[in-house]
């Protein structure tokens, strides 16, 4: 076969590559990467490495020396800006034309931005998506400082967090009626409120920023839709992604809120497929766009097997993660759609159970690694204990995987 080309080297791009050379493929690897790193992690940025608990060394999902022991060409620091799928070529932002015989788009997501009319482009301005865009926030981070914090997402309050953890004064700002509206149950939604509340954060709900303020081109504060003003040394703006499908588009793909593939990660056209969170695929009935690692992984595994003629269909096992002061938690399943919650307490944990007419369909397992793996494994079989039993906080969780 010839050249197998990747755009993008995040997780999703290193994995197509890995899983090739695992397949046995002999041919041409070559990752075309935006960012000047080679493939790294993305949840650690705001959480360990942030924190400074981890080197920027930890965060490569493989050393350098791998891809050159394994034949796979990176190359960082480029862009494509243009796929022409007549010629099978794509075009690089260094002139270079690179033919491909299969095309892999692992593009990824870029952070949704704050409107530059309302100052969204003043200095001390910051989102969280990239090992640069840490290295350009974390020297603000320092003791007594006040951070404003713009979104209360999953990505918002781990910033919260280790800026707590800091030493910092923090306000968290969320236009929403209550914090993780959007990925989690009111139940899930006032643990976390409760826990930063007891760190000395201060959320705010319900409220939306009308704009930022500065002299000199530089962050001072915000005003709230109600009027009010509140001071801020700097902000962190965390209001969601968007799938980075220009290209795909462009180039005359199908595109529908992310890059639109069929179960074996193929698009519109067969000779190029698609993985991770730039990708909208089936599931179920409907279709879904996912930001999350392990959907990353296993997309791009697929997309690989799929390119070298091996049809393994996807199937989506969600899986997710969040690290918040000294808790721990784990999300297994999509909870879209619950009509049932059901809490189950244990010592120093707690796990948050969805149903959907009876049947399980997800979990947040708080500081509780055993009901986050029972719970991911019942989902995966499909099956659905007794809520009742659930509850009962002396039931043995594991004997619901006895039988299997």
Known sequence: MGEMVIIGGGQAGYSVAAKLRALGFKGSIEIICAENSIPYQRPPLSKKFLMGEIPKERMFIRPEAFYKDNNISLRLGV??????????EVLCSDNKKIS??????TTGATPNLFPDKL???LKGTYYIRSLTDIEAVVHEFKPERHLLVIGGGYIGLEIAAVARKKNLHVRLVEAENRILKRVASVQTA???RDLHNENDVEIIEGKSISKLIGEKDTLEGAVLDDGTEILADFAVIGIGVKPCSN???????????GITVDCFCQTSDLNILAAGDCTNFPIGSGRLRLESVGNAIDQAEVAAATALGIKNPYHAKPWFWSDQYNVKLQ?????????QVLERKETNAVSFWYFRNKKLIAVDAINDGRAYMVAKRLIELGESPDPVILSDPNFDLKSLLTRH
Not at 79 to 88: C, E, G, L, M
Not at 100 to 105: P, Q
């Open 119 to 121: 100052g969204g482009k």
């Open 331 to 339: 999300i297994a399943g999509l909870s879209s759609e619950y009509d």
């Open 100 to 105: 491909y015989e299969k095309l892999f788009l």
């Open 79 to 88: 862009k494509v800006k243009k796929i022409d799928r007549s010629t099978s």
């Open 190 to 192: 006032n643990f976390f």
């Open 247 to 257: 290209l795909a588009s462009d180039s005359g793909l199908k595109v529908n809120n």
